[in-house]
């Protein structure tokens, strides 16, 4: 039987609401069947269940729910994360950030995780997190290029500081 | 198949269930008993803050073998 693990990670979340007084991340627990992926991490929740061993080599296809997340999404690593990515980046600035963000992934041959592009107004930097205002996102990877997330604009995004892989300044 | 969920203990029961779909395949899934009856078995995968996301409705009918897991059993991924 392949090794069993406890997951403790980090995800990014939208907000619907008017005000948002977020002081920490969601907090998630999985259990799974894991395996890496480059710096993904891929969770296996339901698989087909093979007896023969020598028919389980193509993981691909036996993956019926699982999630891809960022290796840096582990607790351990977002709250520990150290990044001067952000040096130079004021409140109230609008930016755009590209994010890697966890997908959920049901009857797909996924192993890594999406990219998202995100423009919005940098309203507060925690000290594992920020949270950009009237977040504009698009998911770049995988093509093809939609917007996230598919129902309704959210009013606050917001995303773990070890998930950002780049952020600018537009004005 | 006898209940494996203890109400009053606060430990989760964590159970490896291999079980049977209506087109017959079989699967395999892991996660914490969460609740259970007399026809259901519900295993949950993934939790928000405490509160179950993911989880799978299993029939009784169905499940071919059930495993609950010692804890040691289990690694830690934080």
């Given at each position: 039987?392949?090794?069993?693990?406890?997951?403790?990670?980090?995800?990014?979340?939208?907000?619907?609401?008017?005000?948002?007084?977020?002081?920490?991340?969601?907090?998630?627990?999985?259990?799974?069947?894991?395996?890496?992926?480059?710096?993904?991490?891929?969770?296996?929740?339901?698989?087909?269940?093979?007896?023969?061993?020598?028919?389980?080599?193509?993981?691909?296809?036996?993956?019926?729910?699982?999630?891809?997340?960022?290796?840096?999404?582990?607790?351990?690593?977002?709250?520990?994360?150290?990044?001067?990515?952000?040096?130079?980046?004021?409140?109230?600035?609008?930016?755009?950030?590209?994010?890697?963000?966890?997908?959920?992934?049901?009857?797909?041959?996924?192993?890594?995780?999406?990219?998202?592009?995100?423009?919005?107004?940098?309203?507060?930097?925690?000290?594992?997190?920020?949270?950009?205002?009237?977040?504009?996102?698009?998911?770049?990877?995988?093509?093809?290029?939609?917007?996230?997330?598919?129902?309704?604009?959210?009013?606050?995004?917001?995303?773990?500081?070890?998930?950002?892989?780049?952020?600018?300044?537009?004005? | 198949?006898?209940?494996?969920?203890?109400k009053d203990n606060d430990e989760n029961v964590i159970a490896c269930v291999v079980f049977r779909t209506d087109d017959n395949n079989e699967?395999?899934?892991?996660?914490?008993?969460?609740?259970?009856?007399?026809?259901?078995?519900?295993?949950?995968?993934?939790?928000?803050?405490?509160?179950?996301?993911?989880s799978i409705n299993i029939k009784r009918l169905d499940i071919i073998s059930i495993n609950v897991l010692d804890s040691s059993k289990i690694?830690?991924?934080?």
């Amino acid at each position: 039987m392949d090794k069993i693990y406890n997951i403790k990670y980090v995800d990014a979340s939208y907000s619907y609401e008017e005000n948002i007084n977020q002081t920490k991340l969601d907090s998630y627990e999985a259990y799974g069947y894991v395996k890496k992926n480059k710096n993904n991490i891929v969770i296996t929740f339901i698989k087909k269940h093979v007896v023969d061993e020598k028919k389980s080599s193509d993981e691909e296809i036996n993956i019926i729910k699982g999630l891809v997340i960022p290796d840096t999404s582990l607790v351990s690593v977002s709250s520990a994360y150290r990044t001067n990515i952000l040096e130079g980046i004021n409140i109230n600035s609008v930016v755009s950030v590209i994010w890697r963000d966890v997908v959920r992934v049901a009857n797909l041959p996924r192993y890594d995780c999406s990219v998202m592009y995100t423009e919005g107004i940098l309203i507060k930097i925690g000290s594992d997190y920020v949270i950009l205002k009237d977040p504009r996102t698009i998911r770049t990877h995988p093509t093809p290029i939609k917007n996230h997330p598919g129902g309704g604009l959210p009013t606050y995004l917001v995303v773990p500081i070890s998930f950002i892989t780049d952020i600018t300044i537009i004005k | 198949m006898e209940k494996l969920l203890i109400k009053d203990n606060d430990e989760n029961v964590i159970a490896c269930v291999v079980f049977r779909t209506d087109d017959n395949n079989e699967y395999e899934c892991v996660g914490v008993l969460a609740e259970e009856d007399d026809i259901l078995i519900k295993i949950a995968f993934n939790a928000k803050n405490g509160e179950i996301v993911d989880s799978i409705n299993i029939k009784r009918l169905d499940i071919i073998s059930i495993n609950v897991l010692d804890s040691s059993k289990i690694e830690e991924l934080v």
